[in-house]
Nanobody
Framework: QVQLVESGGGLVQAGGSLRLSCSAS????????MGWFRQAPGKEREFVAV????????KYADSVKGRFTISRENAKNTLYLQMNSLKPEDTAVYYC?????????????????WGQGTQVTVSS
């Protein structure tokens, strides 16, 4: 079992920055990959970024590449998403998720555990 709790969301103007955090508990954090997803109203949940268990491999959605950075601190059981140059279209609920199979997938169904989400709103 894995429990995930996101924090750090909020309201920011376009061009601003936010850093999301995801605190994990339960299974050994350094043993599985982690991902960030987001879901805007009326839209499907979409992939944002994924990081391997060691932090050595990352992958991003084209829409956030160059603006967002995923990272993790295994000693603190914490995942991060640094979001820079935010745009109104980044507005969504952001979720962290645990990939215990370490596939590093961009598909939500590959992730067994999810946090409750944190709202990010970017005003124009």
């Amino acid at each position: 079992q894995v429990q995930l709790v996101e924090s750090g969301g909020g309201l920011v103007q376009a061009g601003g920055s936010l850093r999301l955090s995801c605190s994990a508990s339960g299974r050994t954090f350094s043993s599985y990959a982690m991902g960030w997803f987001r879901q805007a109203p009326g839209k499907e949940r979409e992939f944002v970024a994924v990081i391997s268990w060691s932090g050595g491999i990352t992958k991003y959605a084209d829409s956030v590449k160059g603006r967002f950075t995923i990272s993790r601190e295994n000693a603190k059981n914490t995942l991060y998403l640094q979001m820079n140059s935010l745009k109104p279209e980044d507005t969504a609920v952001y979720y962290c998720a645990a990939d215990l199979s370490n596939v590093g997938s961009d598909r939500p169904f590959e992730y067994a555990y999810w946090g409750q989400g944190t709202q990010v709103t970017v005003s124009s």
